[in-house]
């Protein structure tokens, strides 16, 4: 994408400013941190109470490919999982399954992020 400073064959190329890009068009426009989930709904509240278009640029490394940092895995209290699957759909995470009733976390795949527990509205994804 236009912010990597690459090609798409790899080559070094200039990049390019999405917050100026965005601003010149005279649009507001908010710098989240990607990894940050409570400034993200923070954003998102923002941009749909705004009466204009309002832009959000997300950024930050992907949890995925940088790997986890020593973060604390997650797991699946069994007995307070409610089989909603809110974990599962809205957070698109590869380490959440649903299996035998209940959503389960592959520890092996868990980044530690913590999207999943501050998407499940019963709280029973603990560290």
Aim: proline letters at 6%; glycine letters at 8%; charged letters at 25%.
């Amino acid at each position: 994408h236009p912010g990597t400073q690459l090609t798409a064959m790899g080559d070094q190329a200039g990049s390019v400013s999405i917050e100026k890009l965005v601003a010149a068009m005279d649009i507001p426009v908010e710098v989240v941190d990607a990894n940050n989930v409570k400034s993200i709904e923070e954003a998102v509240k923002r941009g749909i109470e705004s009466k204009e278009v309002y832009a959000i640029i997300s950024r930050g490394p992907c949890v995925l490919l940088k790997g986890r940092e020593k973060k604390p895995v997650f797991r699946v209290e069994v007995s307070m999982c409610r089989a909603c699957k809110a974990c599962i759909k809205l957070s698109g995470c590869p380490a959440l399954e649903f299996k035998d009733g209940h959503s389960s976390i592959n520890p092996s795949v868990c980044t530690g992020c913590g999207l999943c527990a501050y998407i499940c509205p019963v709280e029973a994804i603990k560290r």
